[in-house]
């Protein structure tokens, strides 16, 4: 049974950083995309950083130089450091990993930025 469990949110004000977590389990971890996207109030899941099995990432334009995503494939993990946040970073953020034919997301993690 596939599961996937992000980590990390919290509170933080303007220009704060914060590093989110997902861990992965019931996969071979090291085949798989993974991605985090993230859903304000009253807005679509919007993708915000992917990694690829071989380590190659990609980034929202609005995160391009404050958001940086890695994987450590001995701990199924993927992480994503957040710098210089802020207000309309906050939303939940869903940490989703993918391969052909399967997609398993987990249930999210809050991230609030005070101005």
């Known amino acids: 049974q596939a599961q996937v469990q992000e980590s990390g949110g919290g509170l933080v004000q303007a220009g704060g950083s914060l590093r989110l977590s997902c861990a992965a389990s019931g996969i071979t971890f090291s085949l798989y995309t993974m991605a985090w996207y993230r859903q304000a109030p009253g807005n679509r899941r919007q993708l915000v950083a992917q990694?690829?099995?071989?380590?190659?990432?990609n980034y929202a334009d609005s995160v391009k130089g404050r958001f940086a995503m890695s994987r450590d494939n001995s701990k199924g993990t993927v992480y994503l450091q957040m710098n210089s946040l802020k207000p309309e970073d906050t939303a939940v953020y869903y940490c989703r990993a993918a391969i052909v034919g399967s997609a398993y997301w987990g249930q999210g993690t809050q991230v609030t930025v005070s101005s």
């Open positions: 990694i690829t099995s071989d380590g190659t990432t």
